[in-house]
């Protein structure tokens, strides 16, 4: 049956994470909080912080689009299971229902001694606590040959929008036969938009409209999750179609071309038609210009995902270090939730919840054919740890695999509605 949005929606109780009204009323200088990005990290964290510390807090939340378009589920509009304006959400309900200043611009430096934020457009914005949920940027060079000059040549569509648009026009453009490549990306990486998943829809597409088209993956990884599921499922659904060059035939000694469109593997050249570069990846910018990035990633604690260099910072979502979650919008929702119960009681008195987590990660292989992983999760010194898990089994039924398609549905309206207060 359909993903349940009250369970969604009233989750965060059972995890420990559900805000209380403060104990003190809201005071003419009432403490700020700035939220940086409006994802499933940020625009979640704004809205529980606002209503949890039932005004007592101002929130203010910086996000450069006026429209924001999900990654998750964007896979699924490239296999032609959703249209492009599904995925997108305006900020419009979080500023007029719940108080929320949303201001669409790029923050571009934090003052950590003033506890300020520079924006792009000349501004600065002080603040008590700040949230940082920047989600990805790219690590250059690390795909020889590509660049995000080259984005529009060789998309990555990992930040989805005119991205993930351009790069079905190129799919449904490729001539009969072409070769669509992947360049796969290193551990860590944000998912979804899945690698495998998109393989999955990119094989769906072609096998409607170019099914001699065949589909070559270049992966730095030995392994990868659900790897067992996706490859039964290729098999079932798109046979001879795909084909997996991993590090044992070469795949960690790649280089593009964008302007001849090749590939060389282990230095063997394949022309492509299409190809779709995923480079490895590194916090959001701001993180970094902040100061507390250590390498590519924001270290943060498990118990309130704040920054272990400025205890006045929290980093969400895919930017954080934070232990074993995923780099994924569940877990960012999760994430958010806690992080906006522990800034409620400590700047307004709220009450301070234990805090737990959760994640789920689906992914369609073929129409109504979904696969799941998931797990549950506590803090610790350590970091984030998980204290169960769950993942679909080879060989399930057809009706098991659509019951798990329809969940994630359902998942995808109720955590919408969540992260942006529309049904």
Not at 12 to 37: N, W
Not at 105 to 115: E, I, P, S, Y
Not at 282 to 289: D, E, K, T, W
Request: charged share 15%.
């Amino acid at each position: 049956m359909p993903f349940d949005r009250r369970q969604f929606l009233t989750s965060a109780a059972a995890l420990g994470a559900t805000l209380a009204a403060p104990m003190v009323a809201r005071a003419q200088t009432a403490p700020h909080v700035v939220v940086i990005g409006g994802g499933a990290g940020g625009a979640t964290a704004a809205r529980y912080i606002a209503t949890g510390s039932n005004g007592a807090i101002n929130v203010t939340l910086v996000e450069p689009t006026r429209a924001y378009y999900t990654c998750f589920f964007s896979n699924l509009y490239l296999g032609g299971f959703r249209e492009m304006n599904s995925l997108g959400h305006s900020y419009g309900t979080l500023a007029s229902n719940f108080g929320i200043n949303v201001v669409h611009d790029w923050a571009v430096g934090v003052d950590r001694d003033a506890k300020s934020v520079s924006l792009a457009g000349g501004g600065s914005l002080s603040y008590d606590r700040l949230v940082l949920s920047p989600g990805i940027d790219f690590i250059e060079d690390s795909v020889p040959g590509w660049s995000q000059a080259a984005q529009n040549a060789m998309p990555h569509a990992y930040k989805a929008g005119s991205q993930t648009e351009l790069l079905k026009a190129q799919v449904m453009n490729m001539r009969e036969g072409g070769v669509f490549a992947m360049i796969a990306p290193p551990n860590p990486y944000r998912c979804p938009p899945g690698p495998y998943e998109r393989v999955s829809m990119v094989a769906h597409l072609l096998k409607q409209n170019n099914p001699t088209a065949k589909i070559l993956i270049v992966d730095p990884k030995e392994s990868f999750s659900k790897q067992g599921l996706f490859e039964d499922g290729w098999q079932r659904h798109y046979t001879g179609m795909i084909e997996r060059i991993g590090p044992d035939f070469g795949a960690t000694n790649v280089s593009v071309d964008p302007d001849a469109m090749t590939v060389s593997i282990d230095g063997n050249v394949e022309q492509v038609d299409v190809c779709n570069v995923i480079p490895a990846q590194r916090a959001g910018r701001i993180a970094h210009l902040a100061g507390i990035t250590d390498g590519n990633w924001a270290p943060v604690s498990a118990y309130d995902l704040s920054s272990k260099m400025d205890e006045n910072i929290h980093v969400l979502g895919d930017a954080a270090a934070q232990g074993a979650m995923p780099k994924s919008g569940f877990s960012a929702n999760s994430q958010a939730k806690v992080c906006a119960n522990a800034i409620v009681a400590a700047l307004a008195g709220g009450r301070a919840f234990p805090p737990r987590f959760a994640n789920t990660c689906w992914s369609l292989i073929d129409t109504n054919d979904g696969i799941k992983v998931g797990a549950t999760y506590e803090a610790s010194d350590e970091g984030i740890v998980s204290t169960s898990s769950f993942v679909s089994d080879v060989g399930e039924d057809a009706a098991t695999r659509e019951t798990t398609y329809r969940e994630s549905l359902g998942w995808y309206d109720a955590i919408t509605e969540d992260m942006f207060g529309t049904a």
